[in-house]
């Protein structure tokens, strides 16, 4: 299978303290990647640099096999789109934020779609209400409708369901695994949960203090893992 990303050398610092450290990472296009890893493993700055927020120091990345650089081709970086955890969503309502990746590519916003979108989210009572006055869990679906109706290539989540109520949280799970299965959408998911990891990714990586541990089939990776700091991880152990 082709490779949307492809890191080699990778090194990220902050104040003289090195954050990300990775020899080799392939991400495939169409796969669900799942990250996890306790806080402070370098999971979001991997995040910000296959999003082109930050680039590495050292090493390199490629996306589509163009080298990841402020010079990159904007039409590229238009085809990864992130939803953080605490998204920030805009003045006004949940269907103007929702249009709003649309409208800054340049975009004639289908109205059809849309509401679509935002019938499927969960939304449609709450299309003319006030964003900023909405749930942690609606604001969630807002900004995850946001990214899918801009049709990415690539979705970048970080904690996407973190502190959220099991029905927001189902929603969500079972429409990241939609826009994967039918519009073939290759999802990086950050997450602290690894029932989430088992339940949404093909392929699951630990990653601490900034390096990758191990990676592989969500299967294998949970059932036989091959590093013991791997196996204390999955059954909810302590590791540093």
Same mark, same amino acid.
């Given at each position: 299978?082709?490779?949307?990303?492809?890191?080699?050398?990778? *090194?990220?610092?902050?104040? @003289?303290?090195? #954050?990300?450290?990775?020899?080799?990472?392939?991400?495939?296009?169409?796969?669900?990647?799942?990250? #996890?890893?306790?806080?402070?493993?370098?999971?979001? %700055?991997?995040?910000?640099?296959?999003?082109?927020?930050?680039?590495?120091?050292?090493?390199?990345?490629?996306?589509? @096999?163009?080298?990841?650089?402020?010079?990159?081709?904007?039409?590229?970086?238009?085809?990864?789109?992130?939803?953080?955890?605490?998204?920030?969503?805009?003045?006004?309502?949940?269907?103007?934020?929702? &249009?709003?990746?649309?409208?800054?590519?340049?975009?004639?916003?289908?109205?059809?779609?849309?509401?679509?979108?935002?019938?499927?989210?969960?939304?449609?009572?709450?299309?003319?209400?006030?964003?900023? %006055?909405?749930? !942690?869990?609606?604001?969630?679906?807002?900004?995850?409708?946001?990214?899918? #109706? &801009?049709?990415?290539?690539?979705?970048?989540?970080?904690?996407?369901?973190?502190?959220? @109520?099991?029905?927001?949280?189902?929603? $969500?799970?079972?429409?990241?695994?939609? $826009?994967?299965?039918?519009? *073939? %959408? %290759?999802?990086?998911?950050?997450?602290?949960?690894?029932?989430?990891?088992?339940?949404?990714?093909?392929?699951?990586?630990?990653?601490?203090?900034?390096?990758? $541990?191990?990676?592989?089939?969500?299967?294998?990776?949970?059932?036989?893992?091959? @590093?013991?700091?791997?196996?204390?991880?999955?059954? !909810?152990?302590?590791?540093?």
């Amino acid at each position: 299978m082709a490779s949307i990303y492809r890191l080699q050398h990778v *090194k990220k610092t902050y104040e @003289d303290r090195t #954050v990300l450290d990775i020899e080799h990472l392939e991400i495939e296009e169409g796969e669900i990647l799942a990250l #996890v890893g306790p806080s402070g493993a370098g999971k979001s %700055t991997l995040l910000r640099l296959l999003n082109f927020l930050e680039y590495a120091d050292s090493g390199e990345v490629y996306y589509k @096999d163009q080298l990841a650089a402020p010079q990159l081709a904007m039409n590229l970086r238009r085809q990864v789109t992130t939803v953080f955890q605490r998204p920030a969503l805009l003045q006004g309502s949940t269907e103007d934020n929702v &249009v709003y990746g649309l409208r800054i590519r340049g975009k004639q916003d289908s109205k059809a779609e849309v509401r679509e979108v935002i019938a499927r989210m969960g939304l449609e009572k709450l299309r003319r209400a006030r964003a900023r %006055t909405l749930s !942690g869990g609606e604001a969630q679906r807002v900004a995850l409708a946001r990214a899918m #109706v &801009v049709h990415p290539a690539a979705l970048l989540l970080d904690e996407p369901t973190a502190n959220l @109520d099991p029905y927001n949280i189902g929603l $969500i799970e079972e429409v990241v695994r939609e $826009i994967n299965e039918r519009r *073939k %959408t %290759t999802i990086v998911l950050v997450t602290h949960n690894v029932f989430q990891a088992r339940r949404l990714a093909h392929r699951t990586g630990l990653m601490l203090s900034g390096q990758i $541990i191990e990676i592989g089939r969500t299967q294998e990776f949970f059932e036989r893992p091959r @590093d013991p700091r791997t196996r204390a991880f999955a059954q !909810g152990e302590m590791v540093y």
